[in-house]
């Protein structure tokens, strides 16, 4: 494309954006809404995937072993606990050293500082390498002969993998829907400005234009509708999580859960709001200018 | 040169309006096509432009097979063609001057070659002074020559005029066919509907007379035949 031609596609879309203020302002209104739900169904995502993987790293089993088994003997468990699938590491830890991680928790209780280890059993601290299938190893250690109990607070991990497929599927759902949607809005509002232009179209088609160069101005505007709906959403998407983040670090209950800071991820999610502004502004134009074009 | 060889055009609700024509102009012609209404002239001209096409029959224009013509070919083919329409269709919101350079611009012309040709073919149907002047601001005859200056503004080898004068006095239409015989002489040719039998037997050019989807004359010197109606 010539450099002139540019100037001049550049100029006709610009200018056919302003000649309908009112539809132009709804366009780019609805690919702002549009892509600030779909950010934040996203970024929820994101950060409950982010908790479960913190979760998986800090989150334990601990298995207890039988009390018939001596030390030489629960030691010796820890090769076939390791070797159970989807168990990152197990940690033996013996009667004496939970005792004395029990006393280190209270060292003001006197009760509690000449208590016997061997009221306790060894144990060993499991930590599992995929959260989702936490349920499965447990009952596989459970089976380890020589393992008697086994602790896990599986409603914790079940709860986070709840949110996180919830969210995939919300988001996915309406970022669909909104999609179609902006598709929609931005092709009729493109429609508008062809059939204010088809005496030129006409003309331009009498006269030997291709389709093409026809197209290009179209295709200008649909672009600029989703580059600013992309920019203005991007703006808010940021005021909002960076609002929600410091809601949640105020919070006393919320303040345990981590949220990823905005400026880890800005790049990602401004690539990701400027392709989709860009797919649903030029998605958009090329639906509405289509029947214009048919020779 | 154009070639109509033995076609024929219905349109989808039956209408036939072209019945086995077959003429041929030559380049640098001057025609004149004449006929009652719904003779199939109009039916012609959209057959000339590509924007129906033939039932039957092969047409070629200027080097392009217009019977077998892809979409593709489609846009070459016009910019070989400059169509002038009775209602003029100008853009109102742009000058004669944009109006102009739209058009070329279309067809992928450079800044430098839009500033070169426009004063050059405004002068040639006299209207220089009036480049950047509105179309309503023109009386009905200065607004056909701006069309005819589009027509001519990308250099087509062939001008074709649907009824330019139905919309002008007796005056203005002999002063704009004037301009057009002006614009043949220059090596482009012309082909002209009307049905204004005094401009016909005026210019003394080749006239076909065409009536109900047939070709019922081919003459030079003025029309020849049943009446022409409007």
Redesign the interface.
């Known amino acids: 494309m010539?450099k002139?031609?540019f100037q001049?596609f550049a100029h006709e879309g610009l200018s056919n954006m302003f000649s309908h203020g009112f539809m132009s302002f709804a366009a780019v209104g609805i690919t702002v809404a549009c892509l600030l739900i779909m950010g934040t169904f996203t970024l929820v995502a994101l950060n409950a995937n982010q908790l479960l993987r913190d979760l998986e790293q800090e989150n334990e089993i601990l298995a207890y072993v039988d009390d018939s088994y001596d030390g030489t003997q629960a030691r010796a468990l820890q090769k076939k606990l390791q070797s159970i699938p989807n168990v990152a590491s197990a940690t033996f830890i013996s009667k004496e050293e939970a005792m004395e991680t029990f006393k280190a928790q209270y060292p003001d209780e006197t009760l509690f500082q000449d208590l016997d280890p061997e009221i306790l059993r060894d144990r060993y601290a499991i930590k599992i390498a995929d959260l989702r299938q936490q349920k499965q190893t447990v009952e596989q250690v459970r089976a380890v002969e020589g393992v008697a109990k086994v602790n896990a607070y599986e409603e914790i991990a079940g709860g986070f993998i709840t949110v996180r497929n919830v969210a995939t599927v919300v988001c996915v759902a309406l970022i669909a829907i909104l999609f179609v949607v902006s598709v929609f809005i931005i092709s009729n509002t493109i429609k508008l400005t062809t059939f204010d232009r088809r005496?030129?179209i006409?003309?331009?088609?009498?006269?030997?234009?291709?389709?093409g160069?026809?197209r290009w101005p179209f295709v200008y505007e649909g672009f600029l509708f989703g580059i600013l709906g992309a920019a203005v959403a991007f703006l808010l998407q940021w005021g909002l999580y960076e609002a929600v983040a410091q809601g949640v670090a105020n919070n006393d209950t919320l303040q345990l859960i981590s949220v990823i800071p905005f400026t880890e991820m800005w790049i990602p999610v401004a690539v990701s709001f400027a392709a989709a502004g860009v797919i649903i502004g030029v998605g958009g134009s090329l639906s509405a200018i289509r029947k214009f074009l048919q020779? | 040169m154009i070639r109509l060889k033995d076609v024929e055009m219905e349109y989808d609700n039956g209408t036939k309006a072209i019945r086995g024509i077959s003429l041929t102009i030559e380049d640098g012609e001057f025609v004149f096509l004449v006929g009652p209404s719904g003779s199939g002239k109009s039916t012609i001209i959209k057959l000339l432009t590509g924007e129906v096409e033939p039932c039957a029959g092969r047409i070629m224009i200027n080097g392009f097979s217009v019977s077998n013509i892809s979409d593709r070919q489609i846009p070459l083919m016009r910019r070989t063609l400059g169509v002038i329409f009775q209602d003029f269709r100008l853009i109102e919101k742009k000058t004669v001057y944009d109006n102009l350079a739209f058009v070329m611009r279309a067809v992928g012309a450079a800044p430098k070659q839009i500033r070169e040709r426009i004063p050059y073919v405004l002068d040639l149907v006299g209207l220089a002074d009036k480049a950047d002047s509105y179309p309503t601001e023109l009386s009905g005859g200065e607004q056909q020559r701006v069309a005819i200056a589009r027509a001519l503004v990308n250099n087509p080898d062939t001008i074709i005029a649907d009824e330019p004068t139905g919309n002008l006095d007796p005056e203005r239409s002999l002063e704009l066919m004037g301009l057009l015989v002006r614009i043949n002489e220059l090596g482009t040719t012309v082909v002209v509907v009307t049905h204004e039998k005094d401009l016909v037997d005026h210019f003394g050019k080749r006239v076909i007379t065409i009536d109900s989807g047939h070709v019922i004359n081919d003459s030079v010197g003025g029309y020849v035949g049943g009446h022409i109606h409007g």
């Open positions: 010539a002139h031609d001049y005496e030129e006409a003309i331009m088609r009498m006269v030997g234009a291709t389709n160069f026809i020779v």
